[in-house]
């Protein structure tokens, strides 16, 4: 399958086949245990859950941003743990247009993982066509997940992004217009966002029914962001949602760009770094 995304009849298709494992990465940032809880409510057969604090990032040390991402060996050892291989297709999805659900396709694709899909329009669109949920926790075998080819180069670090904007890079911020205009900041200590930096909201990427829009129609909205003669980086408030802006860009069929992954929450950490406010001319 050439395309990240995978519909619920598709997949729907493939449930019972072994090679294929469901991710069920819902999360709620104020009120971590709830996506469990709607987890244990219901979920697609047979998947698994991600819990974005404890399986898609590790403790943020002091200098961290909210969500930094794990150590690749306990990444691989998670996957193990879920009975994922190398071999098997993975299909993750959640219930905010794949928000959430983003991070851990990219977090595949960054170690390796080529068959790797979201769920078109989340569990909202299994639940549209009428498809089976279910209560039972599966049992699953742990396996070894081996990564033969880890993408570090896709990692942008804080210390990289000013050398990389004045090397012609392209940061693109995937958080909310009034966020990164600094008239709002829910999450965050210090509203603004990264001088050079451009905003592009990752729900710029929906349709109202919380789908992607088709691929020809991302190819004319993001091909301008993406051919940048330094590259394109993505970022957000934390790391995840920037992954969503990626999905994008490979669902576009351009490829794949890097993540800043302190994002925002881990450049305030140092109140000496600049800070800019309102919208880009």
Same mark, same amino acid.
């Given at each position: 399958?050439?395309?990240?995304?995978?519909?619920?009849?598709? #997949?729907?298709?493939?449930?019972?086949?072994?090679?294929?494992i469901a991710v069920d990465c819902r999360f709620v940032l104020t009120d971590p245990d709830a996506g469990h809880a709607a987890y244990r409510q219901g979920h697609i057969p047979g998947a698994r859950y991600a819990h974005l604090d404890n399986d898609l990032a590790r403790v943020p040390g002091p200098a961290d941003g909210r969500h930094p991402l794990p150590r690749v060996e306990d990444f691989t050892d998670t996957l193990g743990a879920w009975g994922i291989s190398d071999a098997?297709?993975?299909?993750?999805?959640?219930?905010?247009?794949?928000?959430?659900?983003?991070? #851990?396709?990219?977090?595949?694709?960054?170690?390796?993982?080529?068959?790797?899909?979201?769920?078109?329009?989340?569990?909202?669109?299994?639940?549209?066509?009428? #498809?089976?949920?279910?209560?039972?926790?599966?049992?699953?075998?742990?396996?070894?997940?081996?990564?033969?080819?880890?993408?570090?180069?896709?990692?942008?670090?804080?210390?990289?992004?000013?050398?990389?904007?004045?090397?012609?890079?392209?940061?693109?911020?995937?958080?909310?217009?009034?966020?990164?205009?600094? #008239?709002?900041?829910?999450?965050?200590?210090?509203?603004?966002?990264?001088?050079?930096?451009?905003?592009?909201?990752?729900?710029?990427?929906?349709?109202?029914?919380?789908?992607?829009?088709?691929?020809?129609?991302?190819?004319?909205?993001?091909?301008?962001?993406?051919?940048?003669?330094?590259?394109?980086?993505?970022?957000?408030?934390?790391?995840?949602?920037?992954?969503?802006?990626?999905?994008?860009?490979?669902?576009?069929?351009?490829?794949?760009?890097?993540?800043?992954?302190?994002?925002?929450?881990?450049?305030?950490?140092?109140?000496?770094?600049?800070?800019?406010?309102?919208?880009?001319?």
């Amino acid at each position: 399958m050439a395309s990240p995304l995978i519909s619920s009849t598709a #997949l729907a298709k493939r449930l019972g086949d072994p090679a294929w494992i469901a991710v069920d990465c819902r999360f709620v940032l104020t009120d971590p245990d709830a996506g469990h809880a709607a987890y244990r409510q219901g979920h697609i057969p047979g998947a698994r859950y991600a819990h974005l604090d404890n399986d898609l990032a590790r403790v943020p040390g002091p200098a961290d941003g909210r969500h930094p991402l794990p150590r690749v060996e306990d990444f691989t050892d998670t996957l193990g743990a879920w009975g994922i291989s190398d071999a098997s297709h993975v299909v993750v999805y959640d219930d905010m247009s794949g928000a959430i659900a983003a991070r #851990l396709w990219w977090m595949l694709r960054w170690t390796g993982h080529r068959a790797a899909y979201v769920l078109d329009g989340g569990l909202q669109a299994w639940e549209a066509a009428e #498809l089976p949920l279910d209560r039972e926790i599966p049992a699953v075998r742990a396996t070894e997940y081996v990564a033969h080819d880890v993408h570090r180069d896709w990692v942008v670090s804080t210390e990289q992004v000013s050398l990389e904007l004045a090397n012609g890079a392209r940061l693109v911020d995937a958080r909310a217009p009034e966020r990164f205009q600094g #008239l709002t900041e829910p999450i965050d200590s210090v509203a603004g966002h990264i001088p050079g930096a451009i905003n592009w909201p990752f729900s710029e990427a929906l349709r109202s029914d919380g789908s992607m829009r088709p691929a020809d129609e991302l190819h004319t909205r993001l091909k301008q962001l993406s051919d940048q003669p330094g590259g394109f980086i993505a970022m957000c408030g934390s790391g995840v949602t920037a992954c969503h802006l990626l999905l994008a860009v490979n669902a576009a069929g351009l490829g794949d760009g890097r993540v800043y992954t302190g994002s925002w929450s881990e450049w305030i950490r140092d109140p000496e770094r600049p800070i800019a406010t309102g919208a880009i001319s």
